[in-house]
């Protein structure tokens, strides 16, 4: 079987400027936040993000990586919306694809289907519709006669999700209790990409728990890399709730130059392992 | 038996959200906001029992919980993530009572920009699912801050779909279309008139009419006569106070 384990580095390195990229998770949850924040450091530019938006799509519009976002809501679920995404939609510095949370699932959907579009009732009567103009209906051709939206194919060139557990041949387990649509952002895209808090033999995966938490075949991944504290500051239950306080921190110096440049200086100019020690606590213990 | 003394804003708010899912049997109820999701529980234990609670993460509970009860004390039912409740979304089965940051007079409501959408003075949180579940299933809002800000002529951003948005998209967005009720800290309002306009339903004891028209940014139908918003009834209060909201988290979202 193949052996599919990455570096940080090496995964970034598959990625190229311009290519749409997919990214798992939700809100401040689960995100795969070790490999945005190597992205951070590339000099991967004018990329297009889909994201059921948290602090990744903040993260990367601060640091000007963005053209677009795909998004039916950008939040830190604790605080509504996240600050940097908000001056990036405020000042115009990044293009949008606003769409219904639902359409987004569909249109992950129909890439994964290799279909080029699913119909559905969302985004009717909205103006989802009137800010997106290329966005189509579609008549029933069955005897009601239905006009319903036709959402379209969110095709990705790479898609990246983070999960609780891997094993070296790209199987994932997922251990809380959403898996989000971490396998759909994988379908829908060309290359694609997990992070894992850690790496286990496949014979592991039954004592870490039930068959449905093992949610992620080798068939929807290329590559692999073990990332401990990969999602931090995201929540990834059960290794770890979100770190509210570091969030916290995170939207106080996004308000504020000076502040945000000491944040980057911490947290963001630096590579994983010296992120993970500048955010564990004093005593070791990851204060996750 | 009522009990009117002492009764305070925020409660009536809760029973007005209560009332919000009377009737429907055995749906799924979605409720943002603290006084709607008091009165979904509040709902669950009295007169709508066969209504479905989620934990507010990835499962339905068994009861009505305490708001903020920890997860480890939770009867859970069922598996609840959010693919599935899409499934649950599309098929009708659900009642939702969503914020709106803003609403207007045939029930748009706004949670996505204020101002230009192309380049917004403030950006919200997005569309989320509104646009789907407003087509979709019975949807309410409720708007703690009842001003000519939240309720105005036109919102910037149609994210939740009203009356007159869903018949220009025809049948199939009226289809399963139904905004059942506004719950305000200042009144309860609804759309049954002709026009499928925003009409006052009941107005909290305490507000007069003048002042709801005068924090209300168009102009509402108005009954000749508008009976005061239900008081909880003495069980009723027991739960909320004693039950569902021990904290008294209802009071920091509704002052007085």
């Keep these: ?288 | 038996m009522t009990a009117d003394s002492g009764v305070s804003r925020a409660e009536y708010c809760i029973v007005a959200c209560a009332e919000v899912f009377r009737g429907d049997g055995e749906v799924m109820a979605s409720a943002f906001g603290t006084a709607p999701a008091v009165g979904a529980r509040l709902a669950r234990l009295t007169f709508a029992p066969d209504l479905v609670l989620t934990d507010g993460d990835a499962a339905l509970v068994d009861g009505a919980p305490a708001l903020g009860a920890p997860t480890s004390t939770l009867v859970l039912e069922s598996h609840m993530p959010y693919r599935k409740v899409f499934d649950v979304v599309w098929s009708g089965r659900r009642n939702l009572i969503m914020m709106a940051s803003q609403i207007d007079r045939t029930g748009n409501q706004n949670i996505s920009a204020i101002g230009d959408w192309s380049r917004p003075k403030a950006q919200l949180v997005g569309v989320r699912g509104a646009p789907g579940n407003t087509v979709n299933h019975t949807t309410s809002y409720w708007v703690p801050n009842h001003s000519t800000r939240s309720f105005v002529e036109h919102v910037d951003v149609v994210s939740g779909v009203g009356y007159a948005r869903a018949r220009e998209a025809g049948p199939a967005a009226t289809r399963f279309h139904e905004i059942r009720r506004v719950v305000s800290n200042l009144g309860v309002f609804d759309f049954e008139t002709p026009e499928r306009s925003m009409r006052v339903r009941s107005v909290h004891p305490g507000v007069t009419l003048g002042e709801i028209a005068e924090a209300t940014g168009f102009d509402l139908v108005v009954p000749d006569d508008v009976p005061e918003t239900r008081a909880p009834t003495l069980e009723e209060l027991d739960l909320i106070r004693d039950v569902l909201d021990p904290r008294g988290l209802r009071d920091r979202e509704v002052k007085q």
């Excluded at chain 1, 190597?38 to 963005?66: E, N």
């Excluded at chain 1, 769409?99 to 959907?109: I, P």
């Excluded at chain 1, 009717?124 to 239905?146: A, C, F, I, K, W």
């Design chain 1, 1 to 288: 079987m193949a052996d599919k384990r990455l570096s940080l580095d090496e995964l970034v390195g598959e990625l190229h400027s311009g290519m749409t990229i997919g990214i798992g998770g939700w809100g401040s949850r689960r995100k795969p936040m070790a490999a945005v924040r190597a992205i951070l450091r590339s000099d991967l530019t004018d990329l297009t993000v889909v994201s059921y938006g948290g602090p990744d799509v903040g993260l990367l519009c601060a640091a000007g990586k963005v053209a677009k976002v795909v998004f039916g809501f950008v939040t830190l679920d604790s605080i509504p919306t996240d600050p940097h995404f908000k001056v990036a939609r405020q000042t115009g510095a990044v293009e949008s694809m606003e769409v219904d949370e639902g359409m987004f699932y569909l249109g992950l959907l129909a890439a994964s289907q290799r279909v080029p579009f699913l119909p559905t009732r969302a985004g009717l009567g909205s103006d989802v519709l009137r800010v997106n103009p290329t966005l189509r209906t579609v008549v029933s051709p069955y005897d009601d006669g239905e006009e319903l939206v036709a959402m379209p194919a969110l095709r990705l060139d790479a898609a990246i999700v983070h999960v609780n557990r891997a094993d070296a041949h790209g199987s994932g387990q997922i251990l809380g209790p959403d898996p989000f649509f971490d396998e759909l952002f994988l379908g829908a895209a060309d290359r694609r990409f997990m992070t894992t808090e850690r790496l286990i033999e496949t014979d592991r995966f039954a004592t870490e728990g039930a068959l449905q938490t093992m949610c992620i075949s080798r068939l929807l991944t290329d590559g692999v890399v073990e990332t401990p504290g990969g999602a931090h500051f995201t929540a990834c239950v059960p290794d770890y709730r979100r770190d509210e306080a570091f969030q916290k921190e995170y939207v106080t110096a996004a308000g504020d130059g000076d502040a945000w440049t000491e944040f980057s200086r911490r947290y963001l100019d630096v590579d994983e392992a010296d992120y993970q020690a500048a955010t564990a606590t004093p005593s070791g213990e990851v204060s996750k």
